[in-house]
C-alpha cells in the first residue's frame, strides 16, 4: 500500500533554531496536512494545505509556522525560532478523499 | 470544540469485548475513527457518515446516533493486536473539509493474553 514517508524521524533542535520537517505525500493525493502530538496527549491539527496555498490553519499555526511545497512532490513544515513547548511529534497526513493516511511522525525535541 | 471519548482507558482479556464511546456537544455530521499504536502513526479504520450509519472491519464495528450526537466503536472478541489508543475525530466546521480533523483526547485500550 503507499504511504506518506517523513523525514527525519527524530530532530533534535536548540530553543531558538529553525527546523524543516520534510514529507512526502501520496502520489495522487491532492490534500496534505501536517498535524502534532504532544507526548501523552490527542493529535492536533495544524494546517491544511490544498492546491498550493494553506487552505486551513489552527490557532497553533501562528506566523512562526510555514508550509511549503517546493517541488510538486516534498511538503514541508517550517518551524522559525523554536520554543521549548514546540517540542512534540509532528505527522504529516495525506488525502485524496476522506480518509487520511499519516506518516510515521517527526519526533521534536526542542532543548 | 473536541469531541470527548468514554472511557479514558480500558483493559480486557483476549477475546472479551468492548466500547468506547464518543460524544459532541455540537451537531456532528461524519465521524472517524483511527488507531495508534505506540510510538506509531495514527492508521484509518473507518468512517461514519449517515445518521445511524454502522460499518465494520473485521471484528471492530461502529454505529453513528446523529441525534444523540454520539459514535461509539465496538470491539469484538478483542485479539492482541486491538491494543493501541483509539481515537475518534470530527470534521470542524461541517461536513465539509474532513481532513480537519478535530480528535477525542483518546481511549487507551490493552488487551492481555
Known amino acids: 500500500e503507499p504511504e506518506v514517508t517523513q523525514t527525519p524521524s527524530h530532530q533534535v533542535t536548540q530553543m531558538g533554531q529553525e527546523v524543516i520537517l520534510r514529507c512526502v505525500p501520496i502520489s495522487n493525493h491532492l490534500y496534505f496536512y501536517w498535524y502534532r502530538q504532544i507526548l501523552g496527549q490527542k493529535v492536533e491539527f495544524l494546517v491544511s494545505f490544498y492546491n498550493n496555498e494553506i487552505s486551513e490553519k489552527s490557532e497553533i499555526f501562528d506566523d512562526q509556522f510555514s508550509v511549503e511545497r517546493p517541488d510538486g512532490s516534498n511538503f514541508t513544515l517550517k518551524i522559525r525560532s523554536t520554543k521549548l513547548e514546540d517540542s512534540a511529534m509532528y505527522f504529516c497526513a495525506s488525502s485524496g478523499s476522506e480518509k487520511l493516511f499519516f506518516g510515521s511522525g517527526t519526533q521534536l525535541s526542542v532543548l | 470544540q473536541q469531541p470527548v471519548q468514554s472511557p479514558q482507558a480500558v483493559i480486557l482479556r483476549e477475546g472479551e469485548d468492548a466500547v468506547i464511546n464518543c460524544s459532541s456537544s455540537k451537531a456532528l455530521y461524519s465521524v472517524h475513527w483511527y488507531r495508534q499504536k505506540h510510538g506509531e502513526a495514527p492508521v484509518f479504520l473507518m468512517i461514519?457518515?449517515?445518521?445511524?450509519e454502522q460499518k465494520g472491519h473485521d471484528k471492530i464495528s461502529a454505529s453513528f446516533n446523529e441525534k444523540k450526537q454520539q459514535s461509539s466503536l465496538y470491539l469484538t472478541a478483542s485479539q492482541l493486536s486491538y491494543s493501541g489508543t483509539y481515537f475518534c475525530?470530527?470534521?470542524?466546521?461541517?461536513?465539509?473539509?474532513?481532513?480537519?480533523?478535530?480528535f477525542g483526547q483518546g481511549t487507551t485500550l490493552q488487551v492481555k493474553p
Open positions: 475525530g470530527t470534521p470542524e466546521g461541517g461536513s465539509g473539509n474532513t481532513g480537519k480533523l478535530i
Open positions: 461514519l457518515l449517515k445518521g445511524g
